[in-house]
Every structure is written in C-alpha cells, then in structure tokens.
C-alpha cells in the first residue's frame, strides 16, 4: 500500500517502516498516524513479516513531536479524544502486537516520537539522539502514555525530574538509565538495528508472541486511563492555550497558573 506519510517495505522477514516527513523532522500529524496505525493493524495479519524496524526519514530526527497547530485550539473533551484514539489505534498496538518493533532512532526523539520509541520493544539510538518528553513548556503533559511507559523503563524519580524539567538527554544518558537498549554511531545505526532483528526472527514465532504478552501483562494497571484523563484536562487550561500559542510564535510562555 502506497502511504503519504510514511514508507513501507518488505525486506525478507522484517518490515521497515520509515517516518516519511523530513522536512518537519517526521512530526506526528493526524494523516501520519492514520497511516501508522492502518500498518500496525496490517503487520498482525501479514505471516510474512515477523518484526517490524520503525525509523524516521533523513538524520536529523526520529520523530521531533506531534503537530502542535493540529490541537491547539481543543478543548477537554477534544483533548482526552486525541489522546484515547492514538493510544489505541497506534501506541497501545505497538506495544501489544504479537510481533517485535524495533525503534532505530535517528536525532531528535521527543514527546509523541519519544512515546512511540517507548512503545516499541527495544529501542537502538545512533549517538547524535536526543530524547526528552517536553509537554510541560506547553501546558500538557504526555498523552500518548509517556507518564506511564517512561516510568517503567527508568524509574519514578528519573521520569519525575525528566518530565517536570522537560530537559532534553543525550543518547548516551538514555542507555544508562535504561531508556534504550544500545547506542551506536550514526552510520551504525541501522546495521545494528537488522542484526538484531536477525537474531529474534531465528527464534519462534509463536514464543515470541507469548513472551511479549507475557511481559506487558507484568505492567498492567489503570496509568494509562488517568493518563488520558489529566491529559484532556490539561485543554482546559489558560497554561495550554498561552503554551501552544507561545510555541507556534517561537516565543518565551508566560505561564499564570490557571
């Protein structure tokens, strides 16, 4: 199927899924997630793939983010929607699909492009990454389950300080706090990524597809749906309103509280 937004090819077993929009560092917009989510859904039912390498297009990011201007005029219920209907249709999916992704991140990983890697099941960074969830200089906080799968890599006091801070990490800081698996020079990246995804594919597919489920059912809890509700209440704010605007006109907010 031929996609605006994203590539995809089979290459032997594994399928390679490129984030297609370099121009906006590969920013999550409504269309690129429509199209992500209808290639997860076909990934189940497709036997000839068996892992899925998910990367962004060009050097510079993985996924910068999601496209501000698309929601900055939401409300609460607006908001809650947005995040409801991309966890399920892609990020949810991603984590819980019977077949291992692999996230090669290229450069800038961060809010929704960083949730994304997290949703993946082993993450690989090419040394030039920078990975950070940075909602909070907008008046939001993570909403594709950021709050949730970053705690569970790294820890409640370092998704605390990286989340309230919204400091950006190197991919070397990331590899030692656990938030990806390897980091690897650029030029490494892929290479490293598809000897990788080699090694799992020799493996069976049917333990693999056990092992993950088994693995996720360790972190089952109702995170997610308070997620979702602080993130939809977040719209309802003067603090996301002054976020958003500030950030569209490359300016400093000015934060009131309210």
């Known amino acids: ?58 050097e510079k990011a993985f996924v910068a983010g999601a496209d501000i201007s698309e929601f900055k005029d939401f409300g609460v219920e607006e908001g809650e929607e947005l995040a409801r209907t991309g966890q399920a249709s892609v990020f949810d999916a991603i984590e819980k699909s019977a077949k291992p992704f692999l996230a090669a991140i290229n450069g800038f990983a961060l809010g929704g492009g960083l949730e994304l890697a997290m949703a993946c099941h082993i993450r690989i960074a090419s040394e030039n990454a920078k990975l950070g969830l940075p909602e909070v200089t907008l008046g939001l906080i993570p909403g594709y389950g950021g709050t949730q799968r970053l705690t569970q890599l790294v820890g409640k006091g370092k998704a605390i300080e990286m989340i309230l801070s919204a400091e950006m990490i190197s991919a070397v800081q990331a590899e030692k706090i656990g938030l990806v698996n390897h980091v690897v020079p650029q030029s490494q990246l892929l ?38 509700t602080e993130f ?27």
């Open 191 to 228: 290479g490293k990524a598809e000897d990788l995804l080699a090694q799992i594919i020799q493996r069976a597919p049917l333990a693999i597809s056990s092992a993950i489920r088994a693995i996720n059912a360790a972190l089952d809890q109702n995170g997610f749906e308070i997620e979702i």
């Open 232 to 258: 939809g209440r977040c719209f309802g704010t003067d603090d996301f309103n002054e976020g958003t605007a500030a950030f569209l006109e490359k300016r400093k907010p000015a934060f009131s509280g309210k």
């Open 1 to 58: 199927m031929t996609y605006q937004n994203i590539l995809s090819e089979l290459k032997g077993q594994v399928l390679y899924v490129t984030i297609n929009r370099e121009r906006k560092l590969n920013a999550l917009n409504k269309e690129t997630l429509k199209e992500l989510a209808e290639v997860v859904a076909g990934v189940q039912q497709n036997e000839n793939v068996r892992a899925v390498l998910l990367t962004g297009a060009g």
